[in-house]
């Protein structure tokens, strides 16, 4: 592995996104929920962006050290904007371990399935966690209805922009846009635990690798 400038700019990038977290609940008084989605969130965008720049083997050793870090944090209950949460979840050291399986099935072979999962993650997952529990009242699986139809609603749109941007666009492909979509609005409703964080980022990948 080659160690260049580029890969300690994105470990700096994400040093900086998770200390922004603790600075925004310790002196902004966020709630912690919000930090922890909001760090998923920027980690996430600047994932996206590293097989543009990197090589699999550098991002699985950045990957791999926040995965340490946040293991540790969890059991040191230290980096309360990620860990402080109060249900029992594995999310947060599940979040760069999903991706890295992910990185592992498409980085080299299918790029774009791979940034697609990243999206996923990154985006609609959070975004379903927000709304759910700002707006949640009917349960579905394990979220909220409406938690699920924003998680379906987002992901739709990631997979018809990566159509539209990749040429990839038809009425065809819009049905298995929508349907791969519900198939992974069902597996982020269904699992627990921050589980979803394991399985959603190869899941995503392989079904966007059928189309892009």
Do not use: C
């Not at 990038?13 to 912690?32: A, H, N, P, Q, W």
């Not at 929508?178 to 079904?207: H, W, Y």
């Amino acid at each position: 592995m080659i160690i260049n400038p580029q890969f300690f700019g994105f470990l700096i990038l994400v040093t900086i996104i998770f200390l922004t977290g603790e600075f925004l609940l310790k002196y902004r008084r966020l709630d912690s929920e919000l930090t922890r989605r909001l760090t998923h969130f920027f980690s996430g965008i600047v994932v996206f962006f590293m097989p543009l720049y990197l090589s699999l083997s550098q991002a699985i050793v950045i990957g791999s050290l926040f995965a340490a870090i946040l293991l540790f944090a969890e059991r040191l209950k230290i980096l309360p904007s990620i860990t402080k949460v109060t249900r029992k979840s594995y999310g947060s050291i599940l979040f760069p371990v999903g991706l890295i399986a992910s990185g592992l099935l498409f980085w080299n072979t299918n790029t774009p399935a791979f940034q697609l999962s990243v999206l996923v993650l990154a985006i609609s997952d959070p975004v379903a966690g927000a709304v759910g529990h700002k707006l949640g009242r009917k349960k579905f699986l394990t979220g909220t209805t409406v938690g699920s139809l924003a998680f379906f609603l987002v992901t739709a749109v990631i997979f018809v922009s990566f159509g539209l941007f990749l040429g990839s666009f038809s009425i065809k492909n819009l049905f298995y846009f929508a349907t791969f979509s519900f198939v992974l609005t069902i597996v982020e409703a269904g699992t627990t635990r921050g589980l979803d964080n394991l399985v959603l980022p190869p899941i995503a990948g392989l079904l966007a690798s059928f189309l892009f």
